[in-house]
C-alpha cells in the first residue's frame, strides 16, 4: 500500500473483522485524515447463532455502539470503546480481538451490569488492558465524550471522520488508573443483566 493513498478496509484490521461477517450497523467506515488510519462505528459481532442453510441471523450477541480506529501500517487497532451488554461477553471481545490489540493500546467498554459506582482494569489476551465501566442510560458517543473531556461544541463542526479521529485520540491521552480486577473476579461480581429498555420513555 503506498503511504501517499488513503487506506481501504481490507488493508486494515476491520477487513478481517468483514470478512468474518462481524462488522454490523455501521453508520461510519472509511479512512481518516492521518494516513494509514481508518475509522469505524457500528458493532462487532462476538458470538453468531446458528445458521439454517442460508438463512441470514443476526448475531448471538456483540460488541456495541463501537468507535475504532484502525493502522494499516501496524495491522492494529490502537484505541476502541464500545458497549457490552454482559460483563461475561469480555472474554469473547478480547478473544475476537487479540490480534489487533496493543499493550499500549486504549480500550473502553461500557457495560451494563456491573456496579454504577465501579471502575475496572482488567487483562485482556496479549497484554492489552480493558478499561471497564458503567453505562447509565446513555450511549457510548455520550460517555466517551464526558470521559475524555470533550465538549459537543468542540466537535460541533467536524465531520463523522474528524470527529471519531478527535474524539478518539483525546480518550487515548486520558488518565485512566483503574483498579486491576481478574477477569473470573469480574464475573464472579457481576450483578443481573438490566432490561436495556427499562424507564425508558414509550
Do not use: C
Not at 457500528?42 to 448475531?59: H, K, M, W, Y
Not at 488492558?129 to 457510548?140: G, I, Q
Request: overall charge negative; hydrophobic content about 45%.
Amino acid at each position: 500500500m503506498s503511504t501517499l493513498t488513503a487506506p481501504a478496509i481490507s488493508d486494515t484490521p476491520f477487513g478481517a473483522l468483514a470478512a468474518q461477517h462481524r462488522l454490523h450497523n455501521a453508520v461510519l467506515k472509511e479512512p481518516m485524515s492521518a494516513l494509514g488510519t481508518f475509522g469505524f462505528r457500528g458493532d462487532i459481532a462476538l458470538a453468531f447463532q446458528d445458521q439454517v442453510a442460508d438463512e441470514a441471523r443476526p448475531p448471538a450477541y456483540s460488541l456495541e455502539q463501537v468507535l475504532a480506529v484502525g493502522d494499516a501500517a501496524r495491522a492494529k487497532i490502537p484505541v476502541l470503546a464500545g458497549y457490552l451488554h454482559n460483563f461475561a461477553w469480555l472474554k469473547d471481545a478480547g478473544e475476537v480481538l487479540a490480534d489487533y490489540l496493543m499493550p499500549e493500546g486504549t480500550y473502553v467498554f461500557f457495560v451494563n451490569n456491573i456496579d454504577f459506582l465501579k471502575t475496572y482494569s482488567v487483562a485482556l489476551p496479549g497484554g492489552a488492558t480493558a478499561k471497564v465501566l458503567p453505562l447509565d442510560e446513555s450511549t457510548v458517543w455520550k460517555e466517551v465524550l464526558e470521559l475524555a473531556g470533550v465538549e459537543k461544541t468542540d466537535v460541533k463542526k467536524m465531520s463523522g471522520p474528524e470527529k471519531l479521529e478527535y474524539v478518539l485520540a483525546q480518550l487515548a491521552a486520558t488518565k485512566m488508573d483503574y483498579p486491576a480486577i481478574s477477569y473470573e473476579d469480574g464475573v464472579a461480581a457481576m450483578e443481573p443483566v438490566r432490561n436495556r429498555n427499562e424507564n425508558r420513555p414509550v
